[in-house]
T-cell receptor
């Protein structure tokens, strides 16, 4: 069975600090998809990024970057120069082939950015 | 383009009652999935409907059921409510045509069971 572990429950940083959110996953499938979602206080989950198991190219998008390493089953997310508006709960999730909309989520990491 | 709409936003029920939650997906999306979010268990998948058929189901008791209408709107029903059913119920939509699609979530229905 698949599993997603986010070991960091809560992280507090001061604005402009860089912060990395860790995600470790388990799956027996060779084809799978990894996601990061953000949940602000309003409640809805907002999609940030998706990676499939065949694409280990790391990506930078503005202040966000992602590091996908199959060798360590990790899919970490970094925010550079954090801002107060980044405060939210961040979820890492896994979907396997044939699962369509079935996501297995980690427990989430609450990020608090102080001014 | 309107987002995913969930109604009602808040619900208060008592044990033993039943409840129906509603979800309107993004126009053109044929897949609707439901998730339960609690402080203890986190986010857990309930079920997914695609073109009015349940395509996937999570590990929840039969008290949790759903359906999808021809316009892709979906309802979720919980019968014989228990205290442990108190949770944020999130609905998500997608085109449903392949694996690994990004999901668009609604703001959820906060259910409190007293």
């Amino acid at each position: 069975a698949q599993k997603v572990t986010q070991a960091q429950t809560e992280i507090s940083v001061v604005e402009k600090e860089d912060v990395t959110l860790d995600c470790v996953y388990e799956t027996r499938d060779t084809t799978y998809y990894l996601f990061w979602y953000k949940q602000p206080p309003s409640g809805e989950l907002v999609f940030l990024i998706r990676r499939n198991s065949f694409d280990e190219q790391n990506e930078i998008s503005g202040r966000y970057s992602w590091n996908f390493q199959k060798s360590t089953s990790s899919f970490n997310f970094t925010i550079t120069a954090s801002q107060v508006v980044d405060s939210a709960v961040y979820f890492c999730a896994l979907s396997e082939a044939g699962g369509y909309s079935t996501l297995t989520f980690g427990k989430g990491t609450m990020l608090l950015v102080s001014p | 383009k309107a987002g995913v709409t969930q109604t009602p936003r808040y619900l208060i029920k008592t044990r033993g009652q039943q409840v129906t939650l509603s979800c309107s997906p993004i126009s053109g999306h044929r897949s609707v999935s439901w998730y339960q979010q609690t402080p203890g268990q986190g986010l857990q998948f309930l079920f997914e409907y695609f073109s009015e058929t349940q395509r996937n189901k999570g590990n929840f008791p039969g008290r949790f059921s759903g359906r999808q209408f021809s316009n892709s709107r979906s309802e979720m029903n919980v019968s014989t409510l228990e205290l442990g059913d108190s949770a944020l119920y999130l609905c998500a939509s997608s085109t449903g045509t392949g694996d690994g699609e990004k999901l668009f979530f609604g703001s959820g229905t906060q259910l409190s069971v007293l």
